[in-house]
């Protein structure tokens, strides 16, 4: 089991101005989710730049298969290697309007920057769970289809791959989407906001 990682520094957008940011935004969800909504309207809040992350899983399996009787009428599957390779990469919005460096740019930075950290811990989490489970993975999907007929044994294989790809995608997309979600949200907290504000009406630049 071969299972690598690539988790490259932030991909930065700086080009978008604060218009056109808040343009494709909305703060709905957010208030609901931390039951805000009473609170705060989401026409009064401004998006002041925004991370996101995204993912891609490239997988290799090599199989084969044993006679399991001595006429060789049927045959038993099994996994001889599985590669794994899988990139992970964040992009950080932030407005034009911000001059570079500047106390603005460097406070909504400063924030954006903490989702890429918290990316990066939960994606290299995921990928070292996953190396320790895939043997489970695969004496499991092995177990599908114990023994089969020589004939269909390469058609087989074929259909066996698919699966393992489906199960090892299911299993660290679905559960990695989960968990990033998760800790992105611990991040995006009313006090974090709140305390946002004061510091930007600080900045001179």
Known sequence: IDVSVELPPPLYDLKSSLREINKDTNADDWLVRNGMQKVWKSSDMTTLGYAEGGAGLVAGFGMDAKKHDIYGVYYCLYVTHVD??????????????FKKGGCRFNEVHGHEYRHYLANREVVESYVKKLEA???????????????????????????LKG????????????????ELKHRNNLIDTPEEYASAGPKMKACKD
């Open 84 to 97: 794994l390779s899988m990139i992970f990469r964040t992009k950080i919005v932030i407005p034009k309007n």
């Open 133 to 159: 489970d895939l043997p489970s993975i695969i004496a499991e999907m092995e177990g599908t289809w114990p023994y089969v007929d020589g004939k269909t044994a390469p058609s087989t294989i074929e259909a």
């Open 163 to 178: 699966s393992m790809k489906d199960a090892i995608e299911a299993y660290i997309m679905q559960g990695m989407a989960e």
